[in-house]
C-alpha cells in the first residue's frame, strides 16, 4: 500500500508507549513488554492498523504484535488504535508496533517468542514470476514463519487475488502447514469470526469476492 510521507508520524510514534523503536533487542522476550502474560498473535503488514485494532479490543485475552516496513504507515496506525481505544474507554495494553522487514522477520521474532497465531491480511499479490518471491505467503517467507509459530499454530490469510490464493494454499502445502479451513467467499461462508479490514470493504464493495483459508503448523 502506498502512502504519502506523513511528518508528524515519527515524532508521535518516538513517544507512543505501545510502539517498539528497536525490535531486535526484544528477540525472544515480546512477552516481557506485555502487562499480562497470554496468547501471542502477530499481523504482518498491518497497514493503517484497522484490523488489529479492532481485532485487539475483541480479544482483551490475546496479545499482538503488529509489523508493518512503514514508519507513515503505522503513523496512522496508532492514531486510529487510539481513537477506537477512546471510543470503548479501554486501555491500550494488549499489542505492540514496530517498523520492520518481514524479509528479516528472523531477527526480531525467535522460538521462545511463542507465536500462536499470524495474520497475512490483503498482502501484495506481487502477479510477475520474478517478484513472487516477494510475496508475503511464499515459501522462504512461510519457514522463517516457522521458526516462531508454535506447534499447531495457525495462519490466518486474506486476499481478494484469485492467482495468489491458489498459489499460496500450495506454498503452504509444500511448507508443512495443513489447510484446516478454506473459503472462496468469506461473507458468504460459514466463518464467523471475521474483521473486516479497510482493503476488505473497499474489495467487497466493488463485488471482488474475499478468499480466506486457515493454514495450521504441522510437524514436516
Avoid at 497470554?38 to 493503517?48: A, I, S
Avoid at 485494532?53 to 503505522?74: E, R, V
Avoid at 500450495?170 to 479490514?197: A, M, P, Q, W
Wanted: glycine fraction near 4%.
Amino acid at each position: 500500500m502506498r502512502i504519502r510521507k506523513k511528518p508528524w508520524a515519527e515524532p508521535e510514534l518516538s513517544v507512543c508507549p505501545f510502539f517498539i523503536k528497536e525490535p531486535e533487542a526484544l528477540k525472544g522476550n515480546w512477552k516481557s513488554r506485555f502487562l499480562k502474560e497470554q496468547p501471542v498473535y502477530l499481523e504482518v503488514g498491518c497497514g493503517k492498523g484497522g484490523f488489529v485494532g479492532q481485532t485487539t479490543l475483541n480479544k482483551p485475552d490475546i496479545n499482538f504484535i503488529a509489523i508493518d516496513i512503514k514508519s507513515d504507515m503505522l503513523g496512522v496506525a496508532r492514531r486510529n488504535i487510539v481513537k477506537l481505544f477512546e471510543n470503548s474507554h479501554r486501555k491500550i495494553d494488549n499489542i505492540l508496533m514496530t517498523a520492520y522487514n518481514v524479509e528479516q522477520i528472523d531477527k526480531i521474532l525467535s522460538s521462545d517468542d511463542k507465536i500462536e497465531r499470524i495474520y497475512i491480511n490483503f498482502c501484495n499479490p506481487w502477479p510477475r514470476a520474478k517478484h513472487k518471491k516477494r510475496r508475503l505467503t511464499y515459501p522462504k517467507k512461510l519457514n522463517m514463519y516457522r521458526e516462531f509459530l508454535v506447534d499447531g499454530g495457525e495462519i490466518h490469510f486474506k486476499t481478494d487475488d484469485d492467482e495468489l490464493f491458489f498459489e499460496s494454499l500450495e506454498y503452504f502445502n509444500s511448507c508443512g502447514f495443513e489447510i484446516t479451513y478454506k473459503t472462496l467467499d468469506l461473507h458468504k461462508s460459514d466463518y464467523r469470526e471475521n474483521v473486516e479490514t479497510e482493503h476488505e470493504k473497499m474489495f467487497s464493495a466493488e463485488g471482488i469476492k474475499i478468499k480466506f483459508c486457515i493454514a495450521k503448523k504441522i510437524n514436516c
